[in-house]
């Protein structure tokens, strides 16, 4: 990777969020030529700025939603991580036309931006929860890869490439439930669990950004890669919580919240059908059927019905004690511990 990023720019959008600043972390130590910050957040991007203090690193106020920040950004880049998106569920639920503009149009003036500037390679970023969606943000994220698959399918050889990655919750993310649990310990407050046995996959941000740059190393045009994740029950994951961090608080019960799933998918089994299994990771080809609309109606796969779902109900489940050891590796746990 370093050899093929030498003396090259790169685009994070969204890059003040968590991926975007771990990610500029990896790219750093590399002899890249520039490193593109596009994000809305001002504040955010001065703290990077001073925190980091690197000369490598530009910062670009500007909105995915707007196609003309999008091309002036884009002038001279080579290649694009596409991070910005609204992603929590309550939210965009309240509010999904705003979900629409930023992840689905946004989205659209990124990957257009990129073919039309050149680019080499984009990679756009997405979750479990655009497979069989059930609120805005997971519909919204589905529209999102539709919209990467179809730039794909329409370039010729040599133009920009066009992938996805698709992972599940990254652990202790901006707005998920482990900092609000550790908020809760710390306060001597109940720990809120929506229902005991609803599963979710966990995933260490490392682990996100090292799916991305497998994308970056591997991903074809049109491509949806997927990192393969243990799950945990949300009661056994809030008993961890309780013994890593020593704490006696009860738990309480409040119930499945409205856009909340029991169990997350990754891949469903129609795309598991034509995936790669690469071991750690699921590679997903783009369906390469055309406008021939014949072959929509009038050809099928008899053997569709034998491969499962690919999904937090049964991937490897992870007992209290692997959960446990889980939370320990993970930074932000350690800097809780040290100061709690």
């Given at each position: 990777?370093s050899?093929v990023?030498k003396g090259?720019?790169?685009?994070?959008?969204?890059?003040?969020?968590?991926?975007?600043?771990a990610?500029?972390d990896i790219?750093?130590?590399?002899?890249?030529?520039?490193i593109?910050i596009?994000?809305?957040?001002e504040?955010?991007?001065?703290?990077?700025?001073?925190?980091?203090n690197e000369p490598?690193?530009?910062f670009?106020?500007?909105d995915v939603r707007?196609?003309?920040?999008?091309?002036?950004?884009?002038?001279?880049?080579?290649?694009?991580?596409?991070?910005?998106?609204?992603k929590?569920?309550?939210s965009?639920?309240?509010?999904p036309m705003?979900?629409?503009?930023?992840n689905?149009?946004?989205?659209?003036?990124?990957?257009?931006?990129?073919?039309?500037?050149?680019?080499?390679?984009?990679?756009?970023?997405?979750?479990?929860?655009?497979?069989?969606p059930?609120?805005?943000?997971?519909?919204?994220?589905?529209?999102?890869?539709?919209?990467?698959?179809?730039?794909?399918?329409?370039?010729?050889?040599?133009a920009?490439?066009?992938?996805t990655?698709r992972?599940?919750?990254?652990m202790?993310?901006?707005?998920s439930?482990?900092?609000l649990?550790?908020q809760?310990?710390?306060?001597?407050?109940?720990?809120?669990?929506?229902?005991?046995?609803?599963t979710?996959f966990?995933l260490p941000?490392?682990?996100?950004v090292d799916?991305?740059l497998?994308?970056?190393?591997?991903?074809?045009q049109?491509?949806?890669?997927?990192r393969k994740?243990?799950?945990c029950?949300?009661?056994?994951?809030?008993?961890a919580?309780?013994?890593?961090f020593?704490?006696?608080v009860?738990v309480k019960?409040?119930?499945?919240?409205?856009?909340e799933?029991?169990?997350?998918?990754?891949?469903?089994?129609e795309?598991?059908r034509?995936a790669?299994?690469m071991?750690?990771?699921?590679?997903?080809?783009?369906?390469?059927?055309?406008?021939?609309?014949?072959?929509?109606?009038?050809e099928?796969?008899?053997?569709?019905?034998?491969?499962?779902?690919?999904?937090?109900?049964?991937?490897?489940?992870?007992t209290?004690?692997?959960?446990?050891?889980?939370?320990?590796?993970?930074?932000?746990i350690?800097?809780?511990?040290?100061?709690?």
């Amino acid at each position: 990777m370093s050899d093929v990023l030498k003396g090259k720019t790169v685009l994070i959008t969204g890059g003040t969020g968590s991926f975007g600043r771990a990610f500029v972390d990896i790219l750093r130590p590399r002899e890249v030529k520039e490193i593109r910050i596009f994000s809305r957040d001002e504040l955010k991007q001065e703290m990077m700025r001073i925190e980091l203090n690197e000369p490598r690193l530009k910062f670009h106020i500007g909105d995915v939603r707007s196609r003309a920040s999008v091309d002036a950004v884009m002038q001279g880049v080579d290649f694009v991580f596409h991070a910005a998106a609204l992603k929590q569920v309550p939210s965009c639920d309240f509010f999904p036309m705003q979900a629409v503009y930023t992840n689905v149009i946004g989205s659209h003036n990124v990957v257009d931006s990129a073919i039309q500037h050149e680019a080499t390679k984009v990679i756009c970023l997405s979750t479990d929860k655009a497979v069989y969606p059930i609120n805005a943000m997971g519909m919204t994220k589905a529209l999102m890869e539709k919209v990467a698959q179809a730039a794909a399918r329409t370039t010729g050889p040599g133009a920009t490439v066009v992938s996805t990655v698709r992972y599940g919750n990254v652990m202790y993310s901006r707005g998920s439930v482990i900092p609000l649990f550790v908020q809760q310990i710390r306060a001597q407050e109940s720990l809120t669990v929506t229902e005991p046995g609803m599963t979710r996959f966990l995933l260490p941000l490392s682990e996100a950004v090292d799916l991305v740059l497998f994308a970056f190393e591997h991903g074809r045009q049109g491509d949806i890669l997927i990192r393969k994740a243990p799950a945990c029950t949300v009661a056994d994951l809030a008993a961890a919580m309780k013994t890593v961090f020593k704490s006696t608080v009860p738990v309480k019960v409040i119930g499945v919240r409205h856009g909340e799933k029991l169990y997350e998918t990754l891949a469903t089994r129609e795309e598991l059908r034509r995936a790669d299994d690469m071991k750690e990771y699921y590679r997903v080809a783009m369906d390469s059927r055309d406008l021939n609309y014949s072959q929509y109606f009038t050809e099928g796969d008899i053997h569709e019905a034998e491969v499962d779902d690919y999904t937090s109900h049964n991937t490897n489940r992870l007992t209290v004690k692997e959960v446990e050891a889980l939370l320990r590796t993970l930074p932000e746990i350690q800097q809780a511990l040290a100061t709690s």
